[in-house]
């Protein structure tokens, strides 16, 4: 096989390799060399190049080549790392290259290999130095792999037969397997902290000496999904681990309870909402989970695992990942009106926050739905009648008042986009009153009234500016029925909508001062608005029937 690189030098532009396309690793083969110039034999070329071999530099023997006559040539090349296809490179001083590809196959396996988690050799590699001693935990339970290679450490992929494991002072599991691929892969138990032999008898001996230390401390590690539905059961997976950073050098000598907490995101606060079905768990060999867990409040939280009650050794509890908790389907909404009476052609906000079954405000974008707003009895206007949740689950429209005396009602109803499934829907009212803009009149309705069943009237007036108001209520014979004396300072509803300039009303229901339904007749309304010197008088017949 030959492949041609230029390169740019005072006469000499590369080089040249013929090589055994096949070989393998550590067998001697064939290789020459020509040097070329401009695409013809340099016969006059002599001088030292380097040879390389990627992606294992080092690997090749030799390393050097004497040119003379512009050529080189061995029959005893050797390349020690078995990696289906490596490249064979040669560079002299001048920096002229000639470049060779070759498969290298491993050879029949010799030899076995034990390999421990953190120990740094690697098949396939050119040994050197010895690797490093194995360090461990007692009471871990470790995967051990034992491959079966070549003189080079190469692994033998064609070796598919039994293998074998023991452990002194410890237990192999299983003890013999069929290797796949050249390895075989055990679970070992350390239970004891000592200088422990692994020993691998079949098809060849080895051993592995493993420095066995003491468990002193352990660390918990939850995984969950990084984001979950409140309410939705998920999988939760608690782990008790030797490692801080590694959930699976699992102790499985643990065997104790732990309490799962939640908590707000950045913070050692415990969070407000609720985990179920449990917050205690025990594991079991150091493993422990379930996929029935749900949490409910819509947030960003972390889990971490405490243990109950004391431990042998010492427990570090680790944070899980930070989760975020998206609300749920709509399940109902809260109604705002305000105010919930106004004049004509006055308006009113209708703020919606739409909820899930857990209380969580939920959006539009999450579940694909639409809140739509419709008048169903009454006159008015809304300024919007269909639109989406914002981020925090609201969602507002303006109804305008009527031109009469009445209550409106405004439908809300939280549906998926399409219109066929309907979460939530609600009627909601809205008082509209009309009251004149000459100062000294004053409306009611409705008039007459029946306070017996609960009905009330609305007393509509005009203000020009907030006023003291003081109101008297008088029967057919001029006797005082009810008297009532608002501030315009007062704060509670029936002073701010009486008292305030505009279209002000006062609503009576009908019973004395003593909070009995009067008679039936006609009753005569007097109210004075007082401002500083101004005062201004309404009078109104009121009819009560019953």
């Excluded at 009905?455 to 109101?471: C, G, K, M, P, R």
């Excluded at 701010?496 to 309304?525: C, H, L, M, P, S």
């Amino acid at each position: 096989m030959i492949l041609t690189l230029p390169v740019h030098v005072w006469s000499l532009t590369h080089f040249d390799i013929t090589a055994d396309n096949s070989v393998q690793a550590g067998a001697n083969f064939n290789v020459s060399i020509q040097a070329q110039h401009e695409g013809a034999p340099d016969g006059t070329y002599a001088g030292k190049v380097l040879f390389e071999v990627s992606p294992n530099a080092g690997t090749v023997s030799p390393t050097s080549g004497e040119f003379s006559d512009g050529t080189w040539s061995t029959s005893t090349m050797q390349i020690f790392t078995a990696n289906d296809t490596v490249t064979i490179t040669c560079t002299d001083a001048g920096g002229a290259t000639g470049i060779a590809t070759i498969d290298v196959n491993p050879g029949p396996a010799t030899q076995l290999l034990i390999f421990m988690p953190g120990q740094t050799r690697t098949p396939g590699i050119w040994p050197g130095a010895d690797p490093n001693t194995a360090t461990v935990f007692n009471g871990v339970s470790y995967s051990v792999t034992v491959y079966a290679v070549d003189d080079y450490w190469n692994i033998d992929p064609t070796y598919n037969g039994l293998m074998d494991l023991d452990c002194v002072a410890g237990t192999v599991t299983p003890d013999s397997t069929t290797a796949s691929n050249g390895a075989g892969n055990f679970s070992v138990f350390f239970p004891l902290a000592d200088f422990v032999d692994l020993i691998a008898n079949t098809p060849v001996a080895a051993s592995e000496t493993v420095n066995v230390q003491s468990t002193t401390e352990a660390w918990t590690h939850i995984a969950i999904p990084t984001q979950i539905t409140a309410g939705v059961p998920f999988k939760l997976t608690l782990t008790v681990s030797t490692s801080d950073n590694d959930p699976n050098q699992i102790l499985p000598s643990n065997n104790s309870s732990y309490d799962i907490k939640v908590r707000m995101e950045g913070t050692q606060t415990d969070a407000a909402g609720i985990l179920t079905p449990r917050t205690t768990v025990t594991v079991s060999s150091g493993y422990y989970s379930d996929n029935d867990f749900a949490y409910n409040l819509a947030e960003r939280v972390y889990l971490i695992a405490e243990v109950s009650g004391s431990s042998d050794i010492t427990i570090h509890p680790k944070e899980s990942e930070i989760v975020e908790v998206l609300p749920n389907i709509p399940d109902s909404i809260q109604v705002s009106i305000s105010p919930d009476q106004v004049q004509s052609k006055h308006h009113a906000n209708v703020n919606v926050t739409v909820l899930d079954a857990w209380g969580n405000p939920t959006r539009s974008s999450l579940h694909n739905f639409d809140v739509a707003f419709q008048i169903i009895s009454g006159g008015g206007s809304l300024s919007l009648t269909q639109t989406a949740t914002a981020a925090d689950g609201t969602t507002t429209t303006v109804f305008t008042g009527g031109n009469q005396n009445e209550t409106a009602q405004v439908q809300i109803t939280v549906a998926d986009i399409s219109g066929s499934f309907v979460f939530v829907q609600e009627t909601h009212s809205v008082r509209v009153t009309v009251a004149s803009t000459t100062p000294g009149s004053v409306v009611n309705y409705p008039n007459p009234f029946n306070p017996a069943q609960n009905q009330t009237t609305s007393i509509n007036y005009y203000l020009e500016e907030a006023s003291d108001v003081e109101i008297r209520v008088y029967d057919p014979f001029g006797r005082l029925v009810l008297g009532k004396d608002l501030k315009k300072d007062d704060t509670d509803r029936i002073s701010q909508t009486a008292t305030q300039y505009g279209g002000a009303e006062y609503v009576w229901d009908g019973k004395n001062g003593e909070g009995r339904v009067v008679a039936n007749g006609i009753y005569f309304v007097r109210i004075l608005a007082k401002t500083g010197s101004k005062t201004t008088e309404y009078k109104r017949r009121v009819g009560v029937v019953k």
